[in-house]
Every structure is written in structure tokens, then in C-alpha cells.
């Protein structure tokens, strides 16, 4: 590996293989969207208005205040959610109208406020257990359909596969809105079916550099297409506020969704599974990558070892670090416009502000890290098993320290905002650790 020297003129950026990078990149973003946009979409789609803790409160004043008093507090947390609202005489009680988001609620009684009608922010009443479930859901199907995917990946079509499965999964994403109507039940067996295509295109992808990245540029081209998992909920997070506050909470489903259907359409034309039989690819470029693979490449394919696969240390290793990394990654991504709201109270645009700067900052460290860790390996700075547990420790440690710190360090706005971020971003160590490992030891 470390004797590979390219060609004396190889297209870098301008080249067939980044474009690759750069189109799984964006498939990557497209999944992370549909998967993590419902956290910040849960706090318009859920009647927050039920205040916590009054009902055993211990209070001598009279019963028509603490009634009152109820009443404008559930009052003020619709307006802190949806804006100002015109009271209504009617019949019924009071009814309450706000023209900017089409939304009625109505005094039933002196005790509950309810949601009337809703043409373009319907809310649901969700318990925080339900809604937990349903950001959650989607990781069941991840976890099923991974260990069969990757088997099924040396046997069909890399192309048909990612292709379809981000076709899928964005199909269910438009179904979400609708299957919100008939129940929280759909949307967890609709977010559990996302799972499990996502599973298919985030397993899958890993198999495309096996002919297409040189040794070299493996963890600079791998940590390029994997940062689209970072950037994406960057990007979800940065816009659904802004889609939520104009166009109802549904759209926000609806875009990504045709978003990925698109793309799904795009990958389908443009990649090709071998350097060999792209179309636009230079003749230099298609020499260098054949020639730096050539001593790696094996002539047959051999049977899967399993018993020897459960008995590898290093596989064990590479898949408990993983799941650690995923696992903080994954409650970062979903947790953060929560943990924004309940700290510091403030609407859906501008929790969605801050809720991507954590996951900006951890997709430019995932290009760094990926760059550093090539530039190491090409210049003999370190070996390749010091690069992996040197980025891996990074990568795994510096998160929880930070996190930590956000317990107990971050009484102030600035405070809370710093260690979310580096706790974030520091994670992206990973990409030239433990996530570019498993090609390090998987035959050729």
C-alpha cells in the first residue's frame, strides 16, 4: 500500500471517483434528512399545551384562579408555538383563530384547551413516551436489514440496490404526513420500513470503493461520501424551521421525500459499478485506478468464512466501536432540538438554527480528519494501525468528555452551545478510524 505512486498526471477533484464521493455524499445527506427531520418536526406536530406539574400543586387559592391561571398558561404556550391569537366568542366558550398558521382552539371547558382544526399544522396529542418510539423506530429497521445487505451486496447489483433503496425510503418519507392521520401506529410501522432500506443504502455504499478508490485516497474518498451523515442533518435542521414556520410541517416530508426520489433517479443514470465500463472516464484516471488496485484485487471470489468472521477479534472490535459511535451520533442527531427547546424555550426557527451548528462544525471535521489521515499515511508521518486507534481514541473519547462537560459546565447560553458543538464535531475523528477500518482487513 505505501508503495503506490500515481501516475504522473491523474485528475484529483475535476474526476469520475470524487464525482462518485460527491453523489453518495448527497444520497447521504437525502437519508439523514429523512431521518432525523421528524425531531425538530415533533415539537410543531405535538399539543404542547398541557402545563407539567400543577395538577399536584399544594395551594390555598381559590379554585376560579388556579382554573384562570391554568387556562392562560396553556394560552401562552400555544402562542409561544404557533404566534398571537384573536379570541372568538361562540356558543361553545371562547375560540381562539391565528390567521398566520390556520389554526382553531377552543375553550371546552375551563380545564382544556383542544385543537379544532388544523389545514396546515395539524397537531397531535402524542405522550413524550410515543414520540421517543417514533424517533427511535427507524433504528430497528436499520438493524435488521444491515447483515443482510452487506451479504447480499457481493451478489446483486450495487447500482439497483442503492438506487432502490433511496427510492423506497423516500416513498414512505411522503407517506409519513398521511399515515400521521390515522395514528401513531402507521408512522412507526412507516418509520420502521425507512429503517430498513436505509439500512440497504448506507450498508451497500461501503462495497463501492472496493473498485474505486485507490489505496491512497481510500479514507480521503470514504470520509468525503460518509460527511454527507454529518451534513445532513445540518441541512435538515437549518431549513425545516424556516419550512415549518412557512409552508405547515407536512412539507418538510414532503420535500425530502421527492428530494430523494429524485436523486434516487440521478444515481441510477450516472454511477457505474467498475471503473472499466464508465463512459466518461479519462484514460488516465481509469489506469491509475486499475494499476493502484491491481495487487489487491483477488481472481475469484471466495465462500464466507462465518465461523472464522464470529471468531475475529478485530471484527468484534471494529463493530463495538462502531456501534458506540453510531450510537452517540445517532442520539446527538435526534435529541438536540429537544434539548435546545426544553433549555432554552425559544420557537422552531431559531431552535433549528442552532440545532445545525453542532452538525456543520462535525462535517468539516470529518473532511479534516479524512484529509489528515491520508496526508499521515502518504508522507510514512505514522503507520496505518497507529492512524486507525490514533483517530478511533479521538474520535470515541473526546465525545463523551464533552458531553459530560454539558452536564455539568454549561450553565450558560454560550457554555451550552460550545460543548454541543464539540461534542458533535468531535466525533468525525472517526471517519479516519474505525468507520474506514473495516476495509482495511475485508479481501479484495
Known sequence: MDNQVPPRKVPNFC???????????????????????MSLTMIAMVNSTEPHGLSNTSTKEPQDNIKKKKRQLKLWSLEHFFGTFTPIPTHHGTCCYNPGQLIFFKYESQERISVCCSTKNPVYNWSTEIQGIMLSSIFYGILISQIPAGYL???????????????LSSLFTLLIPLAAEFGEALVIICRVIQGLFQGIALTTQQVVWIKWAPPLEQVRLTSLSLSGLLLGPCVVLLITGFICDSLGWPMVFYIFGACGCALSLLWLVLFYEDPKDHPCISKSEKEYITSALAQQVSSSAPSLPIKAVLKSPPLWVISLCNFAFFWANSFLSLYIPMFINSKFHINVKENGLLSSLPHLFAWIFAILAGHMADVFLSRNILSLLTIRKLFTLLGLLLPALFSLCLLYLSSSFHGTMIFLILANATGSFCMGGILINVLDIAPR
Do not use: E, T
Request: charged share 10%; net charge positive.
Open 15 to 37: 474526476s469520475i471517483r470524487y464525482g462518485i464521493a460527491l453523489l453518495l455524499l448527497l444520497c447521504n445527506v437525502i437519508v439523514m434528512s429523512q431521518r432525523v427531520c
Open 153 to 167: 451486496s457481493g451478489i446483486y447489483s450495487l447500482k439497483k440496490m442503492v438506487g432502490s433503496a433511496l427510492l
